[in-house]
């Protein structure tokens, strides 16, 4: 076994030196990203679509707040640098569906729903969007990871990921018909939260979270399916995440000895906290947003 404090620090290091000059200033919404603007001078946009990662949230006391740390703010820093026209517009909507984000019934959007209203944003602004980066979906399957019994979990997934899928090529659809030329798009697809249910230390614990495991993967691959038919490339979260590790061996101080998949879930996430929330903490965050820039930087910049 290792020092799991180690890889966090050399993780941690990376990812500051990767996108360094996080500013909390920098992550202007749609409502301030016309205030310091000189007269005549182009305007550009990053739009961040999606449910509460996309919006960027954490736990509080006072249950979920938007952080100004979310991967969306701290990817927008990252690109600011190459342009400082840039805005960052977040249409990001806490428990966002894929059902919700086409018909609206969450947040409250002037077009309807979120899907209209980035599809609005794009038909206004032709050759003025730089990149659009979404996630949705997880929360789709909210009803079905609330089971414990393996055999209903699945049942019930079976039922729903179809749904989702479908859903998700109308949204894919819409974005791209919004423009008469293609927008950069950028997908993400999801960490596996119900990792830190191994806490649990029981035997049906454990391997309900190593099946959870397999769920996760197999739903990333129906997204990626779809987002590829869009020739929509994916942010693979799911491997910076660490997700798929059961057999090696980590020792963090709350937990002792876990595997290290486990261990990764509790330093990105509060789900091994007192919150118990499945959403990324600043670190997470910061994972998040260097995937992407994992599928945005050209090979040669990857390798220097």
Same mark, same amino acid.
């Given at each position: 076994? %290792? %020092?799991?404090?180690?890889?966090?620090?050399?993780?941690?290091?990376?990812?500051?030196?990767?996108?360094?000059?996080?500013?909390?200033?920098?992550?202007?919404?749609?409502?301030?990203?016309?205030?310091?603007?000189?007269?005549?001078?182009?305007?550009?946009?990053?739009?961040?679509?999606?449910?509460?990662?996309?919006?960027?949230? /954490?736990?509080?006391?006072?249950?979920?707040?938007?952080?100004? @740390?979310?991967?969306?703010? /701290?990817?927008?820093?990252?690109?600011?640098?190459?342009?400082?026209?840039?805005?960052?517009?977040?249409?990001?909507?806490?428990?966002? !569906?894929?059902?919700?984000?086409?018909?609206?019934?969450?947040?409250?959007?002037?077009?309807?729903? @979120?899907?209209?209203?980035?599809?609005? #944003?794009?038909? *206004?602004?032709? $050759?003025?969007? @730089?990149?659009?980066?979404?996630?949705?979906?997880?929360?789709?399957? *909210?009803?079905?990871?609330?089971?414990?019994?393996?055999?209903?979990?699945?049942?019930?997934?079976?039922?729903?990921?179809?749904?989702?899928?479908? *859903?998700?090529?109308?949204?894919?659809?819409?974005? %791209?018909?919004?423009?008469?030329?293609?927008?950069?798009?950028?997908?993400?697809?999801?960490?596996?939260?119900?990792?830190?249910?191994?806490?649990?230390?029981?035997?049906?614990?454990?391997?309900?979270?190593?099946?959870?495991?397999?769920? $996760?993967?197999? #739903?990333?691959?129906?997204?990626?399916?779809?987002?590829?038919? #869009?020739?929509?490339?994916?942010?693979?979260?799911?491997?910076?995440?660490?997700?798929?590790?059961?057999? !090696?061996?980590?020792?963090?101080?709350? #937990?002792?000895?876990?595997?290290?998949?486990?261990?990764?879930?509790?330093?990105?996430?509060?789900?091994?906290? @007192?919150?118990?929330?499945?959403?990324? *903490? %600043?670190? $997470?965050?910061?994972?998040?947003?260097?995937?992407?820039?994992?599928?945005?930087?050209?090979?040669?910049?990857?390798?220097?």
């Amino acid at each position: 076994m %290792r %020092r799991f404090a180690v890889g966090m620090a050399v993780t941690a290091l990376a990812v500051t030196s990767a996108l360094a000059g996080v500013l909390p200033a920098a992550a202007a919404h749609h409502s301030a990203a016309t205030t310091h603007q000189a007269a005549g001078t182009p305007r550009f946009y990053y739009v961040s679509l999606g449910d509460s990662l996309a919006r960027g949230v /954490q736990p509080s006391a006072n249950g979920d707040v938007e952080t100004s @740390q979310g991967y969306a703010d /701290q990817l927008f820093t990252a690109l600011q640098l190459g342009n400082p026209e840039l805005h960052l517009i977040k249409f990001g909507c806490p428990g966002e !569906t894929t059902k919700t984000m086409i018909k609206g019934g969450i947040c409250t959007y002037q077009a309807g729903s @979120q899907l209209a209203q980035a599809a609005r #944003f794009i038909k *206004n602004h032709p $050759g003025h969007v @730089q990149l659009v980066t979404i996630d949705i979906g997880a929360n789709d399957l *909210n009803p079905c990871v609330a089971l414990t019994n393996l055999t209903k979990l699945v049942a019930c997934l079976q039922k729903v990921i179809p749904v989702a899928v479908k *859903n998700l090529a109308t949204i894919m659809a819409t974005l %791209r018909a919004a423009s008469a030329k293609p927008v950069d798009i950028v997908a993400g697809n999801y960490y596996v939260p119900e990792l830190a249910g191994w806490l649990k230390g029981t035997k049906a614990a454990k391997e309900l979270a190593q099946d959870s495991v397999a769920l $996760g993967k197999a #739903f990333n691959s129906d997204l990626t399916a779809v987002y590829s038919k #869009f020739k929509v490339p994916v942010a693979d979260v799911f491997t910076a995440f660490h997700t798929a590790d059961f057999k !090696t061996m980590v020792t963090i101080p709350a #937990f002792g000895s876990v595997p290290r998949d486990v261990g990764f879930i509790c330093s990105y996430t509060w789900q091994c906290s @007192q919150f118990q929330d499945e959403h990324a *903490n %600043r670190l $997470g965050y910061a994972v998040i947003a260097s995937a992407f820039m994992n599928v945005l930087l050209p090979p040669a910049a990857k390798s220097s």
